[in-house]
């Protein structure tokens, strides 16, 4: 890893890049299977990288990566997730990620309630 100078203050330079879409998601959709261990169920390897800044680029190719909240886990990016494969990489440890997911297990919402925007307006 690398420094470069910033405003007269170091800081660390790594593959990594700023994300300007987050996407928000409930629990239950996270999960790809019923399986017990919520690793395997959300997609993730228990000795995955953490990534704090979304990755560059996917280990499918991808370089579109959006930020995933999940509601009611906390008011942040919990995941990364490629736009074109569905991976999904850990902003926290598996530990951590367990934790704040356990607390939005309950969290609901009524579709109802969104504004969905005109078809013409969807990208």
Avoid: H
């Avoid at 994300?19 to 959300?42: G, H, K, Q």
């Amino acid at each position: 890893m690398s420094k470069k100078r910033y405003s007269n203050k170091l800081e660390d330079v790594t593959e990594k890049v700023d994300v300007s879409i987050t996407e928000l998601i409930l629990y239950n959709d996270l999960l790809l299977n019923n399986d017990p261990d919520l690793a395997v169920a959300i997609g993730v390897d228990k000795n995955d990288k953490i990534y704090k800044k979304a990755p560059k680029v996917c280990s499918c190719g991808c370089s579109q990566i959006v930020g995933l909240e999940v509601l009611g886990a906390c008011d942040e990016i919990l995941f990364w997730l490629c736009d074109a494969c569905d991976k999904v990489y850990l902003t926290k440890s598996l530990k951590k990620t367990q934790e704040l997911l356990e607390v939005s297990k309950d969290f609901w919402t009524v579709p109802n309630a969104w504004p969905i925007p005109p078809f013409s307006e969807r990208n």
